[in-house]
């Protein structure tokens, strides 16, 4: 089984709409970091969190980091067709791995 | 910076011949990983190097497979001989600390 879990595998809002997407790790999580992958493409990063309870925001994106519960959560607020493509989460064990990814689309 | 460069962007070879890809990290980043991308395994790590010295390989599928990383801004990811399950895209990364910076990646297809 994958050391990251992230739920759902896809979603499809409407524009506009709030979204959240959950990670789970089997271990403990020292770092969590958000990437965005759009098809084709690289992944670009977003946000790493490294603190249990810490919270991070840019533009509408809010990460937060639930160290107890080895979760992260990415919440969009009022989503925009630019929000759309794959969000992973990876984990820094010295070997950084991911998770599967959750495709997002939005539709317009 | 220019950013993480991988060469080619994209290479169809047929099944049987020796592929090699190519990435020079950002500079002064110490560790480099490549992974490789499909839609049934995701994004796979296949090795990292930290100071131009293999620390994991583990994630290498088989013999077939091998990388270098001569100094520290070149490495390579070989294939040979390729076979069709090998078609994927294979990212590399760099990183000093914190975050990872990726490549475009380079999408193989091995017919």
């Known amino acids: 089984s994958q050391e990251l879990e992230q739920s759902p595998q896809s979603l499809i809002v409407q524009e506009g709409k709030n979204l959240t997407i959950n990670c789970t790790s089997s271990k403990t999580l020292y770092g969590l970091y958000w990437y965005k992958q759009k098809y084709g493409e690289g992944l670009i990063f977003l946000m790493m969190?490294?603190?249990?309870?810490e919270e991070k925001s840019h533009e509408k994106i809010t990460a937060k980091l639930d160290e107890k519960k080895q979760q992260s959560s990415l919440h969009i607020t009022a989503s925009q067709p630019s929000h759309a493509g794959t969000y992973l989460c990876g984990a820094d064990r010295q070997n950084f791995v991911f998770g599967p990814g959750t495709r997002l689309s939005v539709l317009p | 910076d220019a950013g993480v460069i991988q060469s080619p962007r994209h290479e169809v070879t047929e099944m049987g011949q020796e592929v090699t890809l190519r990435c020079k990290p950002i500079s002064g980043h110490d560790y480099l990983f490549w992974y490789r991308q499909t839609m049934m395994r995701g994004l796979e790590l296949l090795i990292y190097?930290?100071?131009?010295?293999?620390?994991?390989d583990s994630g290498m599928p088989e013999d077939r497979f091998s990388a270098k990383m001569p100094n520290a801004s070149f490495s390579t990811l070989k294939i040979q001989p390729s076979e069709p399950r090998d078609s994927a895209v294979y990212f590399c990364?760099?990183?000093?600390?914190?975050?990872?910076?990726f490549g475009e990646g380079s999408r193989l297809t091995v017919l």
């Open positions: 190097f930290n100071n131009n010295v293999p620390i994991d």
């Open positions: 990364a760099s990183r000093y600390t914190g975050e990872l910076f």
């Open positions: 969190l490294q603190k249990g309870g």
